[in-house]
T-cell receptor
Framework: IAGITQAPTSQILAAGRRMTLRCTQDMRHNAMYWYRQDLGLGLRLIHYSNTAGTTGKGEVPDGYSVSRANTDDFPLTLASAVPSQTSVYFC???????????FGEGSRLTVL | QKEVEQNSGPLSVPEGAIASLNCTYSDRGSQSFFWYRQYSGKSPELIMSIYSNGDKEDGRFTAQLNKASQYVSLLIRDSQPSDSATYLCAVNKNTGFQKLVFGTGTRLLVSP
């Protein structure tokens, strides 16, 4: 593993299903983030964590939850997916909570 | 008014020219500013950060910040076709832990 790994790369999901997007980093960064990117809307922050054991809400948190049990992992869960959650999801991390983010390769999610 | 505004483009420049990308922000209390580059289908990558008024140079890239006018710009000298990408401006309003607000990006096309 080098940097940030996201899984799955791509997923088609039926509405109403539960889905967890995985994110793992090996840089020992204390801060981690989840963004979604939609055409015309740019990157929007869903949830963040400034250190293991703590999480916070971003700009568009509704319908999503996160956990941060350890430094390396920051999964994003959609409890009951809806079509409006169709998007590309990026996990990111930074050292010391700076704005200098390292991004994963993204997970493309389609909710039908 | 969007918190961070960018012209969506495309901005077309010939190879070897200077590309000038602009970004304005609404919160006068914003503290730090970043430029990310995103190739089509890829994740964003940090290319410049700037924290104080004036210019900051890194190779062919120069970031310019004017807090009084609330704008930040990115100049790319000797533009290359490989610079063709979408450039995202990101702004942080907070001191301490940083949660970035991204603009929607400007698409740059550099023609050979």
């Amino acid at each position: 593993i080098a940097g940030i790994t996201q899984a799955p790369t791509s997923q088609i999901l039926a509405a109403g299903r539960r889905m967890t997007l995985r994110c793992t980093q090996d840089m020992r960064h204390n801060a981690m983030y989840w963004y979604r990117q939609d055409l015309g809307l740019g990157l929007r922050l869903i949830h963040y964590s400034n250190t293991a054991g703590t999480t916070g809400k971003g700009e568009v948190p509704d319908g999503y939850s996160v956990s941060r049990a350890n430094t390396d992992d920051f999964p994003l869960t959609l409890a009951s997916a809806v079509p409006s959650q169709t998007s590309v999801y990026f996990c990111a991390s930074s050292r010391g909570g700076t704005g200098e983010l390292f991004f994963g390769e993204g997970s493309r999610l389609t909710v039908l | 008014q969007k918190e961070v505004e960018q012209n969506s483009g495309p901005l077309s420049v010939p190879e070897g020219a200077i590309a000038s990308l602009n970004c304005t922000y609404s919160d006068r209390g914003s503290q730090s500013f970043f430029w990310y580059r995103q190739y089509s289908g890829k994740s964003p990558e940090l290319i410049m950060s700037i924290y104080s008024n004036g210019d900051k140079e890194d190779g062919r890239f120069t970031a310019q910040l004017n807090k009084a006018s609330q704008y930040v710009s990115l100049l790319i000298r000797d533009s290359q076709p490989s610079d063709s990408a979408t450039y995202l401006c990101a702004v942080n309003k907070n001191t301490g832990f940083q949660k970035l607000v991204f603009g929607t990006g400007t698409r740059l096309l550099v023609s050979p």
